[in-house]
């Protein structure tokens, strides 16, 4: 009876050294994985002031181009005229 409570006991020691070393693992994934997220928030950070920056141009060229267009009629007017 002793011996198979030494044998169970020892699966036990065998099971549990399994399970740390699999806690192990898990954790050393994890701080990849949140090294990757980190990267992928900074990414998302600057695409988004990116797309910012670019709505914001895109709104400057609509001015430009209605001004341009107002400016060729002008300036068609203006060889009629002649």
């Known amino acids: 009876m002793e011996k198979e ?4 006991l020892k699966e036990m020691q065998v099971s549990i050294k399994s399970l740390d070393e699999g806690q192990k693992e898990i954790k050393v994934e994890l701080k990849e994985i949140n090294k990757k ?3 992928v928030v900074e990414q998302t950070a600057d695409l988004t002031e990116f797309r910012t920056t670019v709505l914001s141009k895109l709104e400057d060229l609509k001015v430009v181009e209605e001004v341009t267009k107002v400016n060729c009629y002008d300036i068609a007017k203006l060889k ?3």
């Open 5 to 8: 409570i030494l044998e169970i």
């Open 80 to 82: 009629a005229v002649k």
């Open 37 to 39: 997220l980190d990267g």
